[in-house]
């Protein structure tokens, strides 16, 4: 078990890694919204166009990979919105139990099931064709738009760091179910902060 959390340790780190740099996507996202406002008014002072698609659609992109990125972030952090009245008041251990089962029966396969089922659409945005053969990407159908294959791609990437996010949750939540941590570990673990109730 122990082995199993030192991989859960290593997923979480990721996951913490990316999730802390999604702060300088907002920044990059609110600036390019801040300058391409700016460019517009003096554009239609000046009579020329100072803006272009690209831009627009790269603040969309942007805004698309701080939600992607986000996903396993949320899930590591335990912010996921739950329904909880009963839920707050169960001891870690039950929590647990439920949270892998709901992991194991819902979340991992929903994960593998996303990934599988976007693959061949996200292969097609990048130019594959059906006949396996390779075509152009596929492009915005705005004039100067940016290429729809990157952002398209994060749909599969936020799905493989959310599946790892789920199996790095199912090991802490199997070491509070057979009792390889204490109870106040088990709190940490999923950053429960009811009271523990044994």
Not at 46 to 55: D, K, M, P, V, W
Request: net charge neutral; charged share 15%.
């Amino acid at each position: 078990m122990q082995a199993l959390l030192r991989i859960s340790d290593a997923i979480d780190a990721l996951n913490e890694w990316i999730g802390s740099k999604t702060a300088y996507i907002i920044m990059a996202m609110v600036a390019i919204g801040f300058v391409n406002v700016i460019a517009r008014y003096v554009g239609r002072f000046i009579g020329t166009r100072l803006t272009s698609n690209a831009i627009i659609e790269l603040q969309w992109y942007l805004f698309s990979i701080m939600f992607f990125l986000g996903f396993a972030y949320i899930l590591k952090h335990n912010l996921n919105v739950r329904v909880d009245f009963w839920y707050a008041n169960w001891s870690p251990h039950r929590r647990a139990l439920i949270d892998l089962g709901g992991t194991l029966l819902f979340l991992i396969p929903f994960c593998i099931l996303a990934i599988i089922v976007t693959f061949n659409p996200v292969m097609f945005s990048w130019g594959r064709l059906p006949n396996g053969n390779w075509g152009t990407w596929e492009m915005s159908p705005d004039p100067d738009g940016l290429p729809r294959a990157p952002i398209k791609s994060m749909i599969i990437v936020a799905f493989v760091l959310l599946l790892l996010q789920a199996i790095a949750q199912a090991i802490k939540y199997l070491a509070i179910v057979t009792n390889t941590v204490r109870a106040e570990q088990a709190a940490q673990i999923e950053e429960y902060h009811a009271p523990v109730v044994e």
